[in-house]
C-alpha cells in the first residue's frame, strides 16, 4: 500500500514536471516532506519495549519476594513445629467443644499485617463471620478481637461495634511466648467472655493451610459442662492438686490454656503467612514471565513489520527511478 | 470404534476398583462432639467448609487399662520445644504448689499447679533432674502425664554465683517497691531464685 502511494507521487511529479522542472521539483519534494512529516512513517517498538522492560522488573521484584518469604517461612516453621505439642495436653483434659452453647462469644481473629499473600486473611475472616453469624441468637452475643492488620481492614467495614480489641504489627520482633502471654493477659483482662474462638489457619504443608479455629472456655462453663457430663464429664475425677480452690486452680488452668493455644496459633498463621506468599509470588512471577514472551512475540512482529516497511519503501523508491 | 469399547469399560472400572484409600488413618477421626459443630455449621452456613478443630489434629488418648501398667507415659512440653513426648518412665517427682509430688504407673487423676522447682524424671537407675519455671501437670486415668512449663532448664547450666547475685537484686528490689505490681514483681523474682538455689544446693 505504500508502495502505491509512492508510485503514485512519482506519477504525479512527471505529470507537472513538463511545463516547469524546477519549480515542479521544489514543489514537488514539498508534498512528499508534508507527508513524511505528518503520517508516522516507520512502527515504532518503542512503546513494547517499555512495556517489557517494566514487566521484566516485575518479574524481578516477585522473585526475590518468594526467595525471602520462603527463608522467613524456614525459619518459623521449626520453631511452630515444636509449640505443636503445647496445646495437645489441654485438648487431652478438657476436650474440644465447638460447638458449647455460651452467651458471650469472643471470637479472636488471627490474620497478617501485609498484604500479598494470597487468600489466607479472607478465609480467616469469612470463618470468623461464619462463627458470628453460627453463635448469635437471643441472649448471645458475639465479639470480635482481632489480632493483625488485615482483617481489623475486612472487619471493621460491617461489624464496626463488635470489635472489642485489636493488635497490630506483632511480628515486627520475632514471635515468642513472653509476648504472646501478655497479649493473652491484655486480652483476659479486658474482655469478658464464656467461651474464646481462636480463628487462624493451621500449617499443613507448603502448599496447604486449613482454617482452623480452637476453643478456651471460662471456669465457670467448664464446671457447667463438667456437671452436665459429656464430654467433660470425668473433669470430677480428677483430683486438684493445690493449696487453693478449685474455682482458682481452674481460671489459672484456663488463662495458662489460652495463652499456649494463642501461642501456637500465632507461629501457625505466621507460617501459613509465609508459605501463602511464596506461592502467590511465585504464580506472579510466572504470569509475568509468560506475559514477557507473549510482549517479545509482539516485539518481534513489530521489529520485523518496520524493517518490510523501510525495505518496501527504498526498493518501490528505486524501481520508480529507473524504470 | 464399539470393538474396543468393552476394553476400555472394563480398564476403567478396573482403575476406578484399584483406587483404593492408600491407609485407613486417613479418615479423619470425627468425635461426636465435633460432628455436632459440623453439621449446625452446614446447616446454617451451607457455602462454606467448617474449619477443622484441634482434636482433629492429634492423636486419640489411650483408653485406661484395666490393670495398672507398669510404666508412666510423660509429656513434658515447653512453648519452644517438646522435652519428653510419649517416654515411658518409672516415675516422676513434680513441684506442685502443695509440695514435691511424686507420680507412678496408676496414680490416682490430678490436675496439679506447678511452682518454680525441681522435676525429677526417673527411668530405671537414671534421675534427670529440669527445673520447671511453673505450670500444670495432668496426670490422666490411663497413667499418662502430661507436664506442661514455661520453661524447663537441666539443673547442671545454672550459675549459682549469678543465682546468688539476682536473689539479692530481687530482695533489694521488694524492700524498694511501691506499688502493689512491682512488690508481686520482686516476690516472684525471689522464689524463683531461691527456688534455684534450693535445686542446686539440695
Redesign the interface.
Known sequence: MAAMAALRREGRRFAAAAPNPISTVRSSLAPSEEHAVLGVRSISTQVVRNRMKSVKNIQKITKAMKMVAASKLRAIQT?AE????????????L?????VDVKKNVIVTVSSDKGLCGGINSTAV??SR?LY??NSGPEKESKYVILGEKAKAQLIRDSKKDIELSMIELQKNPLN?TQVSVLADDILKNVEFDALRI?FN?FLSVVSF??????VLSPEIVEREAESG??LG?LD????????TKGE?LQ??AE?QFS??L?NSVLENACSEQGARMSAMDSSSRNAGDMLDRLTLTYNRTRQASITTELIEIISGASALEG | MFRHAPRLLSRASSSAMRWRRPFSTDLPAE?P??S??VQ??RS??PN??P?????A??AP?PPTPPTIPSKLTI?V??????IF?AKEVDMVIVP???GQ?GVLPGH??????LKPGVLSVHEGNDVTKYFVSG??A?V??NS?A?I?A?EAVPVDQFDQSLVQKGLAEFTQKLSSASTDVEKAEAQIGIDVHSAINAALTG
Open positions: 520453631r515444636n509449640s505443636r505439642g503445647l496445646w495437645q495436653p489441654f485438648t487431652a483434659l476436650g474440644d467443644l465447638p460447638s469469612k470463618i461464619a453469624k453460627l511466648y480463628v493451621k486449613i482454617p482452623t479455629t480452637a476453643t459429656g464430654k470425668d475425677l480428677y483430683e486438684i492438686e493445690g493449696a487453693e486452680v489459672n488452668l495458662f499456649c493455644v501461642f | 468425635t462432639v465435633d455436632k459443630f449446625t455449621w446454617t452456613i462454606i467448609e474449619p477443622k478443630t484441634p482434636s489434629f492429634m488418648r509429656n512440653v515447653l512453648p519452644y520445644n517438646s513426648s506442685a504448689t502443695t509430688m490416682v487423676a490430678t490436675i496439679a499447679e505450670g500444670f495432668f490422666h486415668a499418662v502430661d506442661v514455661v
